[in-house]
């Protein structure tokens, strides 16, 4: 069935660190793919996404780029910041199917 | 145009009882899907419905149940509730259609005594 791993958190940097957060997956035909974030006490927000191979999804300065042949969607930002302190959820999504399916996520702490 | 908005925000039930989730999605979102979010992991597929027919279901007892009303609106309800049942339950909605984003709400915290 379909999956994703996550990197094991949590993560732990100092503000305007590079961050990467590794996320691969498992699917049959070609899913979409998204990255979730959840602030404290707080439902998921959308952060990015792709729809295709090769695709770029990027929102306030995270990056993602879909990669079929590594089975890869790792976020990257080149400057966090505290505020960027929350849980982040890599998901996808299969081609004709609304069932989202998600990574156990990783905490990102980062201080002043 | 207001978000994907759950009531209630708390809930705390003891083990046997019953609850109802609800859920008001997205003006002109006609898809509602639950997740249940236990502490410390990735939310989990309950239901999915459009147009009041449930599209799709996840590994979850019979003991959950959901419907869609012809608003859109939603909810979720648990028989018999279990320890086990203590989670954080999520409902997103989307424009129907494959690659659609969902968008999510606050979610409800069921805790269960």
């Known amino acids: 069935g379909n999956s994703v791993t996550q990197m094991e958190g949590p993560v732990t940097l100092s503000e305007e660190a590079f961050l990467t957060i590794n996320c691969t997956y498992t699917?049959?035909?070609?899913?979409?793919l998204f990255w979730y974030v959840q602030y404290p006490g707080e439902g998921l927000q959308l952060l990015l996404k792709?729809?295709?191979?090769?695709d770029k999804g990027s929102n306030k300065g995270f990056e993602a780029t879909y990669r079929k042949e590594t089975t890869s969607f790792h976020l990257e930002k080149g400057s966090v910041q505290v505020s960027d302190s929350a849980v982040y959820f890599c998901?996808?999504?299969?081609?004709?199917?609304?069932?989202?399916?998600f990574g156990k996520g990783t905490k990102l702490t980062v201080n002043p | 145009d207001a978000g994907v908005t759950q009531s209630p925000t708390h809930l705390i039930k003891t083990r046997g009882q019953q609850v109802t989730l609800r859920c008001s999605p997205i003006?002109?979102?006609?898809?509602v899907s639950w997740y249940q979010q236990v502490l410390g992991q990735g939310p989990q597929f309950i239901f999915q419905?459009?147009?009041?027919?449930?599209?799709g279901r996840g590994n979850f007892p019979d003991r959950f149940s959901a419907r869609q009303f012809p608003n859109y609106s939603s909810e979720l309800n648990v028989n018999a509730l279990l320890l086990g049942d203590s989670a954080l339950y999520l409902c997103?909605?989307?424009?129907?259609?494959?690659?659609?984003?969902?968008?999510f709400g606050d979610g409800t915290r069921l805790s269960i005594l």
């Open positions: 997103a909605s989307s424009l129907r259609g494959s690659n659609q984003p969902q968008h």
């Open positions: 699917a049959t035909g070609y899913p979409s």
């Open positions: 792709a729809t295709k191979a090769d």
């Open positions: 998901a996808l999504l299969q081609g004709g199917s609304e069932k989202l399916v």
């Open positions: 003006s002109g979102h006609k898809s």
């Open positions: 419905y459009y147009e009041k027919e449930e599209r």
